[in-house]
């Protein structure tokens, strides 16, 4: 039945009709695939939470969001996802622009067990565990790799050095 709601325009009173309707199937679904909007999979962990539910209800978390995301980010950008959660925006995202490169960051170690089933051998970026030192090495290295002018390189700055010794 959720993916009648799928169908179905938004509305007013949209997620609290399909709250009222699903109320058994909230508490005791775990591990559900949905298939969304732009062909995007999603594994949510639950319904409990209010970013599951509204992918399971609308096939897509913040319509205006991801509109919004996917006109502004430039050609060839990237897109940072920090606290990615189950990638409610940067699912539909990377489906919608190819072009963009997405760097998913989440510190929950049983979201990545979620992302590993969800986007197995994917060139996105997720980081859990650890994340200070590795993002800022990755960010760093990826920012120092730009195409620049040789007057216009700097070296890392000390403060990082020591931040990614520790």
Partial sequence: MSFIFRK???????LRLAKFLFT????????IWIKGKY??????????ENVSFEIYVNGIYEQGTSDFLSNRIPPGGVFLDL????????????RRRKDIRIVCVEASPRILIIWKRTWPGTGLLIFTKSIRRYFIQITM???FSLPMKNSERVPYPRYLRRMLKR
């Fill in 8 to 14: 179905l325009p938004p509305f007013k009173g949209k």
């Fill in 24 to 31: 058994r199937n909230i508490k005791k679904s775990k591990d």
């Fill in 39 to 48: 062909r995007c999979v999603y594994l949510l962990p639950n319904l409990v």
């Fill in 83 to 94: 606290g990615a959660n189950i990638g409610a925006i940067s699912t539909p995202l990377s």
């Fill in 141 to 143: 290295n990826w920012i």
